[in-house]
């Protein structure tokens, strides 16, 4: 039986849709080439000579007919499949020569023995190897932009021979150089015919033809006519000499270079174009800065907050009227009294109780006027609040006893009332609206809440500022100091269930330290999980950005998607360098926001903000984690566009 001719064609007709019917471009093509041949396809321009040399390329499909390689249908072939065909089997050769512009001419001819998985050292010395052999050995690390057209062309020779491809596939190799230039690229052509390569070349120059055994005359998109010069004998049927050793498949290293060859390739675009990129980035950045700030800023005041919380002592229950927080007629409740305070105060596992009875008003010293918060409360209040005496002594148990018109101040206080004061302030009497107070003591200024207006403090005896000052005998609130060894959960539950039999109902409420911190820690948390939600609008926004950008690439380079599938890389090759592209953009901007937002804590620091930033680890994993799916999620669209293209239209684009 005779032998399959390497390539067949069948009947084979390329249809495009043109108005409301079709153009028919290639019309019933029948042909035949052995291996070995040299066969040149010429005629005019426009007759379909391109649109047949993609399909004997692989990288276009017939619309009707039928396509043999070796006897086999490529029709039931997959895209990954001809993919491999591409870069096995075949080696392109353009007119416009199609170098990527970022490679140097090594890097260049590499590129299908990346995708074809050979291994960095083999590959490299192979692209020298044929470099050096068709003259090009002193521009092995020259770009494209600095290669004539003739050296630009042996590059992209060079590149197709890579692989070891039997097939070249030339479309008008020579119609963008000068003679010169084109008589050596033909002559290399030739030369590796000799060697065995099957060489397909497309012109529409008769005097390059005629270098070819075999001259196939196309007109219309069909052949007019097909002929041979004498000796066709001259085909090798063992096919073309190899460079170099055999290379085996490698599948892991294979796919680590691929990866490698794509990051090298992301990270050249993004440096190419370093400002969008960057701009591009500042979404990622600002959105990463603030989810992190927040949850540290969060996490910062929590921590503060609770620090002042349990300043107040862990075991330091308070009761005031009403139903719980907000009740409005809490005012109106008058049950809450002295004598509840007193009898507290005698239950076994209480340390202290004193009433706190809080009302705003001035004092005057001179002629200054100045308004304060009077606290009138029992001589245990210092005691329970752990105040801390500068100067003078605390009101004692007869000055609450005697009505005594004393009072202790914070340095507060004492700074605002008498700033030019250097000695001591005890014994100088105030106005305290309309009453006159002698000052017994100075005490430290309690903490406030962070960024609370300081207010002036006054503490007198609760029982001067029942009768003196506000007239009612009902307390605003009871502290209550409960032994250390109580726990402050079940002294709660005992004094709610004292004080509900001594009123007969519960119109009161009642709360410890340890309740407070849970709520501001539910609060805190709420608010971070709020404000974060926001800050990820944010960085969702970036992530917008970022697929946009990619778009844009994807389209900017669609020529150069088309040559990469053209020389054999698969759709995952394409996918993966784009996508590698947007997943660095991403992280990258997810690490510089953290940065960002380590520089705000510092600048944070600097202004002596009562709390820190407190990082967590896990919010900046998650940040991270985040930017990384952003870019993979908005990333993907684009990178399947474009690893979806059809490898005609991409080439076709310039
Ligand atoms: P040649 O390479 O011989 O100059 P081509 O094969 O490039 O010619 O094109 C042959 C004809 O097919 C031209 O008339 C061209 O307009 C048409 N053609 C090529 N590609 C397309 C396409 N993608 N869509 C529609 N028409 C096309
Ligand atoms: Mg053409």
Known sequence: MKKAPLISLKGVSRHYPSGDGFTT????????????????????????????????????????????????????????????????????????????????????????????????????????????????????????????????????????????????????????????SGEEVLGILQELNREGHTIVIVTHDRNVAARA??????????????????????????GPVKHGKPKKPRFLGGIRDRFSEAFAMALRSMNAHRLRTFLTMLGIIIGTASVVCVVALGQGSQQQILK????????????????????????????????????????????????????????????????????GVGAEYFATRNSKLLEGRFFDQHSVEDLAQVADIDDTARNTLFPHETGSVIGKIILLGKVPVRIVGVVKAEERGMGGATTLEAYLPYTTVQTRMTGSRSLQMIMVRVA??????????????????????????????????????????????????????????????????????????????????????????????????AVLVCLIGGVLGVLLAAGFGLLFAQFGSPFHLIYSPTSIVVALLCSSLIGIGFGFIPARNASKLDPVVALARD
């Open 25 to 180: 471009v290639l019309d019933h093509v029948d042909l035949a080439i052995e291996r070995g041949e040299m066969v040149a396809i010429i005629g005019a321009s426009g007759s379909g000579k391109s649109t047949l040399m993609n399909i004997l390329g692989c990288l276009d499909r017939p619309s009707e007919g039928e396509y043999l390689i070796s006897g086999r249908p490529t029709f039931e072939l997959e895209p990954d499949e001809l993919a491999e065909l591409r870069r096995e089997h075949f080696g392109f050769i353009f007119q416009r020569y199609h170098l990527l512009g970022e490679l140097d001419a090594v890097g260049n001819v590499e590129i299908p023995a990346i995708y074809a998985g050979q291994n960095r050292d083999a590959r490299r010395e192979k692209a020298e190897t044929i470099l050096d052999r068709l003259g090009m050995s002193d521009r092995t690390h020259h770009r494209p932009s600095q290669l004539s057209g003739g050296q630009q062309q042996r590059v992209s020779i060079a590149r197709a021979l890579v692989n070891d491809a039997d097939v070249i596939l030339a479309d008008e190799p020579t119609g963008a150089l000068d003679s010169h």
């Open 213 to 238: 055994g075999r001259i196939i005359e196309i007109r219309d998109g069909e052949i007019i006519s097909d002929t041979r010069k004498g000796d066709t004998s001259k085909s090798s049927p063992e």
């Open 308 to 375: 002042q919380i349990s300043d107040l002592g862990t075991n330091t229950l308070y009761i005031s009227p009403g139903k719980g927080f907000g009740d409005l007629k809490a005012a109106q409740i008058t049950t809450l009294t002295l004598s509840d305070a007193g009898e507290i105060a005698k239950l076994p596992y209480v340390l202290a109780a004193t009433p706190l009875n809080t009302t705003s008003s001035t004092i005057r010293v001179g002629d200054k006027e100045v308004s304060v918060s009077v606290n």
């Open 484 to 581: 250390d060894t109580m726990d402050p959960a079940e002294a709660e539950k005992m004094i709610t269930e004292f004080l509900t039999k001594r009123h007969g109902e519960k119109d009161f409420s009642i709360f410890n330290t340890g309740t407070l911190q849970k709520a501001v820690q539910a609060t805190t948390a709420m608010l971070s999980l709020l404000v974060s939600s926001i800050a990820a609008i944010s960085l969702f926004v970036g992530g917008i950005g970022v697929m946009n950008i990619m778009l844009v690439a994807v389209s900017e380079r669609i020529n150069e998607i088309g040559v990469r599938m053209a020389i054999g890389a698969r759709q995952s090759d394409i996918l993966q360098q784009f996508l590698i592209e």
